[in-house]
């Protein structure tokens, strides 16, 4: 629909959105490797758990992966990215309409 604007399916059941993320070294290069402590929120009207990786990077794959949630209530939603260890974090904010 636009920029951080979504629709939900034309029933009006659902949306499915995925995101990915690069860990940062402290030289600025992408970290790669299962040493990171991710934890990923995602906060607004739907309820979600957080989910936890040791994955540095994580790119879309399939809607039935971990970085992939089913929408089903319109809102104003944000995703929170944060590595445990560095404290460096990331977000994304939208809107789903009904």
Known sequence: MGPNLFQLTPDGARLGIQWDWVGLASDGTGKTG????????????????PYRTDECSKSSGSMRAENA??????????????????????????????
């Open 69 to 98: 949630e089913e929408f089903t209530v319109p809102g104003d939603y944000t995703v929170t990215i944060t590595d445990e260890i560095t404290g460096a974090t990331g977000t994304a904010s939208f809107e789903v309409l009904g």
């Open 34 to 49: 299962r040493y990171c402590q991710i934890i990923v929120n995602v906060s607004g009207p739907d309820d979600f758990r």
